[in-house]
């Protein structure tokens, strides 16, 4: 290999990337920048440099796949030695058959059917799914809680747990102890036990570490806490580490994941060398601009290297069968002949979004794939009660009547956790998310049961199956040529020249039962991730009525349209993209560089200084979302807070002309401004 050959092409800070010496290095790699390029031209150009021997570097990815793709990179790059690469869990294992292999030890049975044995240990204590309690303890696990600390965790975390928290920091505990009992391991124990073999034995550690001196990461704003001790204890005192993620990409805290660990890296280890990749190759500066938008303005801006495109698009549909509609419509008038499907992709946030999409695209003859097979058709709740209403000589009406009767999935703006009194460790029981995305899927193939029985004229169970496998028979193979319907988490890591983005509302983007500031944190972020898989092309739409099953519900837009549609208006007015996110900065400047306000004995709203303060501050969000003032908020409201000086959500939300979606939309701007006041005296 040619080291200078391997730095030919990039980017001065690809570069930078690249040869850097010294260590730790923190990569942090925005949308399209080329972070996979930086990660495995660094291994091969540390080689060729003769700085590293490619039998002593370890890259650990999160799959299979991405392990392999580093390896046909390398070997593309003109490496002949293999570097080891592979998942945490991968090479754990390896490391212990090895070490169980070297003493004799007779290895443990693998816990492959882990639901199974949950639902063992659950008896008849609960009605609960055993997979909700699976995904509760791998969460627990990933994040280091002990069981008698589960309760307080949990709760901070803003999750509901699948059982009361007492009970389910007993199974926790019963878990475990049923695991060794059997010699079984799970995947968890995997990592587990490589700290425990590698904490407990020196020269073991020294062994390990010798062999496996040149560490990589990938996508590190999706490593857990357990993950990131076996890093740790992989590294010893050693600084040769290069972690390469963006914080903005950080989306799997809800399993585990601490985008913290990342983004507050240097914090930890000030020695650290920390270069930014903000160069983006993907994407055209108008859907850029809209990647700005989808977080706020709150991070810094990718900088395009792709030629102009059409400005975004964003529409409104009276319901959803209206929006899947216009999507097929908008798919169809994309394509031309000998163009490929693939090359456009409809992204949603939850699968049960799908079905209306995935419906009209059929009937326009547009083929279709959803992304990963995990459509709501594909889901055990779904095929479960398709089972049983595929019975012969069943009553389909009342069958199906019966299953509306027992979903109240509809008014998703309130059902999920964080709305009861009591919120507490020991607090009933409420919704998990698990719990809404399963009634959300047997809602949408409820939709799909009444339309066979209109269009059926003697409708019976194996009639149903029948027609539903017709349904499926539509998706075409993963090597075939189709438009791809992904969700958001499923659409991380790919990119269309097309893509539309659908079902924008509230309820949806965020999803409803984000309720911490974490939460909705990974849900901004989560449109971000959306947004930036368009290459040419973006198209934004959401709908005013949706159906749930047999409910039809009125829907509010996302929170986030607004400074969304903000940047669209920027874009219609002809502006260049990059002076969106310096407007909305310098307006941001405006309020926050007001320094101290003299304090007053007596405080008139009309000559307040926070008065004039939130006015400039109306005015100026006004200017940023093309609206007029009083579509923020009203002299009366913004009199009403100079006079009585909330300063927390709830205080703000007791002012007159605050409802809920101005209090989710202006409320931490606002008690900024009134906080500076207070601290000023």
């Given at each position: 290999?040619?080291?200078?050959?391997l730095?030919a092409?990039?980017?001065?800070?690809?570069?930078?990337?690249?040869?850097?010496?010294?260590?730790?290095?923190?990569?942090?790699?925005?949308?399209?920048?080329?972070?996979?390029?930086?990660?495995?031209?660094?291994?091969?150009?540390?080689?060729a440099?003769?700085?590293?021997?490619?039998?002593?570097?370890?890259?650990?990815?999160?799959?299979?796949?991405?392990?392999?793709?580093?390896?046909?990179?390398?070997?593309?790059?003109?490496?002949?030695?293999?570097?080891?690469a592979?998942?945490?869990?991968?090479i754990?294992?390896?490391?212990l058959?090895?070490?169980?292999?070297?003493?004799?030890?007779?290895?443990?049975?693998?816990?492959?059917?882990?639901?199974?044995?949950?639902?063992?240990?659950?008896?008849?204590?609960a009605?609960?799914?055993?997979?909700?309690?699976?995904?509760?303890?791998e969460?627990?696990r990933a994040r280091?809680?002990?069981?008698?600390?589960?309760?307080?965790?949990?709760?901070?975390?803003?999750r509901?747990?699948?059982l009361?928290?007492?009970?389910?920091?007993?199974?926790?505990?019963?878990y475990?102890?049923?695991?060794r009992?059997?010699?079984?391991?799970?995947?968890?124990?995997?990592?587990?036990?490589?700290?425990r073999?590698?904490?407990?034995?020196?020269?073991?550690?020294?062994?390990?570490?010798w062999?496996?001196?040149?560490?990589?990461?990938?996508?590190?704003q999706?490593?857990?806490p357990?993950?990131?001790?076996?890093?740790?204890?992989?590294r010893?005192d050693?600084?040769?580490?290069?972690?390469?993620?963006?914080?903005?990409?950080?989306?799997?805290?809800?399993?585990?994941?601490?985008?913290q660990?990342?983004a507050?890296?240097?914090?930890?280890?000030?020695?650290?060398?920390?270069?930014?990749?903000n160069?983006?190759?993907?994407?055209?500066?108008?859907?850029?601009?809209?990647?700005?938008?989808?977080?706020?303005?709150?991070?810094?801006?990718?900088?395009?290297?792709?030629?102009?495109?059409?400005?975004?698009?964003?529409?409104?549909?009276p319901?959803?069968l209206?929006?899947?509609?216009?999507?097929?419509?908008?798919?169809k008038?994309?394509?031309?002949?000998?163009?490929?499907?693939?090359r456009?992709?409809?992204?949603?946030?939850?699968?049960?979004?799908?079905?209306?999409?995935?419906?009209?695209?059929a009937?326009?003859?547009?083929?279709?794939?959803?992304?990963?097979?995990?459509?709501?058709l594909?889901?055990?709740?779904?095929?479960?009660?398709l089972?049983?209403?595929?019975?012969?000589?069943?009553?389909?009406v009342?069958?199906?009547?019966?299953?509306?009767?027992?979903?109240?999935?509809?008014?998703?703006t309130?059902?999920?956790?964080?709305?009861?009194?009591?919120?507490?460790?020991?607090?009933?029981?409420?919704?998990?998310?698990?719990d809404?995305?399963?009634?959300?899927?047997?809602?949408?193939?409820?939709?799909l049961?009444?339309?066979?029985?209109?269009?059926?004229?003697?409708?019976?169970?194996?009639?149903?199956?029948?027609w539903?496998?017709?349904?499926?028979a539509?998706?075409?193979?993963?090597?075939?040529?189709?438009?791809?319907?992904?969700?958001?988490?499923?659409?991380?890591?790919?990119?269309?020249?097309?893509?539309?983005?659908?079902?924008l509302?509230?309820?949806?983007?965020?999803i409803?039962?984000?309720?911490?500031?974490?939460?909705?944190?990974?849900e901004?972020?989560?449109l971000?991730v959306?947004?930036?898989?368009?290459?040419?092309?973006?198209?934004?739409?959401?709908?005013?009525?949706?159906?749930?099953?047999?409910?039809?519900?009125?829907?509010?837009?996302?929170?986030?349209?607004?400074?969304?549609?903000?940047?669209?208006?920027?874009?219609?007015?002809?502006?260049?993209?990059?002076?969106?996110?310096?407007?909305?900065?310098?307006?941001?400047?405006?309020?926050?560089s007001?320094?101290?306000?003299?304090?007053?004995?007596?405080?008139?709203?009309?000559?307040?200084?926070?008065?004039?303060?939130?006015?400039?501050?109306?005015?100026?969000?006004?200017?940023?979302?093309?609206?007029?003032?009083?579509?923020?908020?009203?002299?009366?409201?913004?009199?009403a807070?100079?006079?009585?000086?909330?300063?927390?959500?709830?205080?703000?939300?007791?002012m007159?002309?605050?409802?809920?979606?101005?209090?989710?939309r202006?409320?931490?701007?606002?008690?900024d401004?009134?906080?500076a006041?207070?601290?000023?005296?």
């Amino acid at each position: 290999m040619d080291a200078n050959a391997l730095v030919a092409g990039l980017n001065e800070r690809q570069t930078e990337a690249v040869t850097t010496t010294g260590g730790p290095i923190v990569v942090l790699a925005g949308a399209g920048s080329g972070k996979t390029r930086v990660l495995t031209r660094r291994i091969a150009w540390r080689i060729a440099d003769g700085q590293t021997d490619p039998r002593r570097v370890l890259a650990l990815t999160f799959t299979r796949k991405a392990a392999g793709e580093l390896r046909s990179r390398l070997r593309a790059s003109g490496m002949r030695d293999n570097v080891v690469a592979g998942t945490f869990h991968g090479i754990a294992l390896t490391q212990l058959r090895q070490r169980w292999h070297d003493r004799g030890i007779t290895p443990p049975t693998l816990l492959d059917r882990k639901i199974r044995f949950v639902a063992q240990l659950i008896g008849r204590r609960a009605r609960v799914e055993p997979l909700d309690v699976v995904s509760e303890l791998e969460w627990a696990r990933a994040r280091l809680v002990a069981p008698n600390d589960y309760g307080t965790a949990a709760e901070m975390a803003g999750r509901t747990p699948p059982l009361p928290a007492a009970d389910m920091a007993e199974l926790m505990e019963l878990y475990q102890q049923e695991k060794r009992r059997r010699r079984l391991v799970d995947f968890d124990d995997l990592l587990a036990l490589a700290i425990r073999d590698l904490r407990a034995d020196v020269d073991y550690a020294n062994a390990v570490r010798w062999r496996h001196r040149h560490l990589y990461v990938d996508e590190f704003q999706d490593v857990n806490p357990l993950q990131y001790e076996l890093l740790k204890t992989w590294r010893g005192d050693s600084n040769d580490l290069f972690v390469v993620g963006d914080p903005n990409q950080a989306i799997y805290g809800w399993n585990g994941a601490d985008p913290q660990l990342l983004a507050a890296f240097a914090r930890r280890e000030p020695e650290s060398v920390v270069i930014d990749l903000n160069d983006n190759y993907r994407s055209t500066p108008q859907i850029l601009t809209m990647a700005t938008a989808a977080l706020a303005g709150k991070s810094g801006a990718l900088v395009p290297h792709k030629g102009d495109g059409p400005v975004p698009t964003l529409n409104a549909y009276p319901n959803d069968l209206a929006e899947a509609a216009a999507i097929a419509d908008a798919i169809k008038m994309a394509h031309t002949v000998g163009d490929s499907w693939g090359r456009q992709a409809v992204l949603v946030r939850t699968n049960a979004q799908l079905v209306p999409i995935e419906q009209a695209l059929a009937d326009e003859g547009i083929p279709v794939r959803v992304r990963g097979g995990k459509g709501p058709l594909a889901t055990k709740e779904v095929k479960d009660e398709l089972r049983s209403l595929s019975r012969p000589g069943i009553d389909l009406v009342a069958a199906l009547s019966q299953l509306d009767a027992s979903l109240t999935v509809g008014d998703d703006t309130t059902s999920g956790p964080g709305n009861d009194a009591d919120t507490g460790p020991n607090a009933p029981r409420g919704k998990t998310a698990a719990d809404i995305e399963r009634e959300q899927n047997l809602a949408a193939f409820s939709r799909l049961v009444h339309e066979y029985l209109t269009i059926d004229p003697d409708p019976s169970g194996p009639g149903l199956n029948a027609w539903v496998a017709t349904l499926q028979a539509g998706e075409l193979d993963v090597d075939g040529d189709a438009v791809e319907l992904a969700t958001f988490h499923g659409a991380k890591g790919l990119e269309w020249e097309v893509v539309h983005v659908a079902g924008l509302e509230k309820g949806f983007v965020p999803i409803s039962y984000a309720k911490t500031g974490a939460q909705l944190a990974e849900e901004q972020r989560l449109l971000y991730v959306a947004v930036t898989r368009a290459e040419s092309e973006l198209h934004l739409t959401w709908a005013l009525e949706r159906s749930f099953g047999t409910k039809t519900m009125k829907r509010q837009p996302s929170p986030h349209l607004e400074m969304l549609q903000s940047a669209i208006a920027h874009l219609q007015k002809g502006h260049r993209p990059i002076d969106w996110k310096a407007k909305i900065n310098l307006n941001r400047a405006k309020v926050s560089s007001k320094g101290p306000i003299p304090k007053k004995t007596e405080r008139n709203p009309v000559d307040d200084p926070l008065f004039d303060a939130l006015r400039e501050w109306r005015r100026d969000r006004a200017r940023a979302a093309d609206v007029p003032a009083y579509v923020i908020f009203s002299d009366q409201t913004l009199r009403a807070i100079a006079k009585r000086r909330p300063t927390t959500r709830s205080q703000l939300a007791g002012m007159p002309g605050i409802g809920p979606v101005k209090l989710e939309r202006y409320a931490s701007e606002v008690l900024d401004l009134v906080s500076a006041d207070v601290a000023a005296g």
